[in-house]
């Protein structure tokens, strides 16, 4: 790999706004889920995913993958949140060598319940301070930095 050019004062700018603002924003998200919900962001986002998922389970690889999180952070993650009863891990059904997560009965009452909550701060720090227009064009700039 080559020197990368130098950043522009322009391109300079731009990503330091984006990575302080982003981290900012993440710090208050899961400060606020944690003290109103006792969640963290992880535990959220693994919450959200089970609950779309078909009969609530998936292997641990689609989840990690799902996450963008490596299979010994996914593991570390899971366990966590089985012994505070939001899911349970089980063999896979189909050849019984990987395992599934599934969300609980609990995992998905704790969701519900911080749901709301985590969407008034989501609307608060994020949503509501831009108009439509801008809404859209960071839907659009970020999922071509996801497909990178």
Not at 46 to 58: D, I, K
Not at 66 to 73: C, E, K, T, Y
């Amino acid at each position: 790999m080559g020197m990368a050019e130098p950043l522009s004062d322009t391109e300079q700018q731009a990503w330091r706004t984006f990575i302080e603002s982003s981290w900012a924003l993440h710090t208050h998200l899961e400060d606020e889920l944690r003290a109103t919900t006792g969640l963290s962001m992880n535990d959220y986002h693994v919450l959200v995913v089970l609950s779309e998922a078909p009969g609530r389970r998936l292997r641990m690889g689609e989840l990690a993958g799902r996450l963008v999180f490596s299979p010994s952070r996914i593991t570390y993650q899971i366990n966590s949140m089985v012994k505070r009863g939001l899911v349970r891990k089980q063999p896979c059904p189909e050849d019984g060598r990987g395992q599934e997560a599934v969300l609980t009965d609990f995992g998905m009452r704790s969701l519900e319940e911080a749901a709301p909550l985590h969407l008034i701060t989501v609307r608060d720090r994020f949503i509501d301070r831009l108009a439509p227009d801008e809404l859209e064009v960071i839907a659009r700039v970020f999922e071509k930095v996801r497909k990178a």
